[in-house]
């Protein structure tokens, strides 16, 4: 059997979707090809699940046409930092160059030309070169990770959740990070599995207070120019920074009752399993 590879595999901070990923390929008896940027004691993590590891950078032509050899599908995820469209390049070359038959990429919930971020731009831009290099690219547009928002609400104070984002009422879409990766795993263990090519991935959609209670928190809006100061330093990325200060503005200025986000199918017609809501996730990984 072919191995799938999978980039992210070490995981970030944030998601960490291409280890959920591994490991549940892994769990399902599909070999695994996976790319991290640094051979750590996470890559020692991958090895002794069994994954085949490769060690180099993304953006790097040649390192993907090496991890790319003998493999059908591949998955392609990039952090919150510089060099997406550098990597969504220089990816799609290689596996086009491979006859990689199925790619699953994660995107962003709004991604598109005219979007309000420049990262969701990017996502947008890097769907169009995944496409045109015609390796059956499937786009999982994911809205906000449980796990980026409850990593905000442990730091600062032990009580409150800050964050730009208005009245405790504005509405917030959110996904577990191991259904991004179910879905994935579902489609790349199974590349004749039909699904369209472009798949939004909503798990929950609850209020920032609610959220804030559920995490443990209570909910106080913050000046947006004091939360970009703080994002910067806590994140050591402007690129990332920038687009999480755009992003919480996004659902300030649309606040309650819009309608625009909703739990979508998706997660469990292909995942298998309902949707991860935030209390779950709180539940099975308390805040402190």
Request: glycine fraction near 10%; hydrophobic fraction near 50%; charge should be negative.
């Amino acid at each position: 059997m072919e191995p799938v590879l999978v980039t992210g595999a070490a995981g970030g901070r944030d998601g960490s979707t291409g280890r959920h990923l591994t490991a549940q390929l892994l769990g399902r008896g599909i070999p695994v090809r996976a790319l991290v940027h640094t051979d750590d004691v996470r890559a020692t993590v991958l090895r002794a699940l069994g994954a085949e590891v490769v060690v180099g950078d993304i953006r790097d032509l040649a390192v993907l046409r090496a991890g790319m050899a003998g493999v059908r599908s591949a998955y392609f995820t990039y952090p919150v930092v510089d060099g997406l469209l550098d990597a969504a390049g220089a990816f799609a070359v290689a596996a086009r160059e491979a006859e990689v038959e199925r790619v699953v990429a994660v995107s962003q919930l709004a991604a598109g030309p005219q979007a309000l971020t420049p990262r969701m731009r990017q996502h947008w831009v890097a769907e169009q070169i995944l496409d045109w290099a015609d390796i059956g690219a499937i786009h999982l547009r994911a809205a906000v990770f449980h796990e980026n928002l409850a990593r905000i609400a442990n730091t600062g104070t032990a009580a409150t959740l800050a964050l730009p984002m208005g009245a405790a009422t504005t509405e917030l879409p959110l996904v577990a990070a191991s259904d991004v990766a179910r879905v994935a795993a579902a489609l790349l263990g199974d590349p004749e599995l039909e699904a369209d090519p472009v798949l939004l991935l909503t798990g929950d959609v609850v209020s920032i207070g609610t959220a804030a209670r559920t995490l443990g928190r209570t909910y106080r809006d913050l000046d947006p120019d004091a939360w970009q100061r703080w994002a910067l330093q806590f994140y050591g990325s402007a690129h990332a920074a920038e687009h999480l200060s755009k992003l919480w503005e996004i659902f300030r200025v649309l606040g309650e009752g819009t309608g625009l986000y909703q739990v979508t199918a998706a997660i469990e017609k292909i995942g298998g399993h309902p949707p991860i809501t935030l209390a779950d996730f709180a539940i099975h990984r308390p805040v402190h």
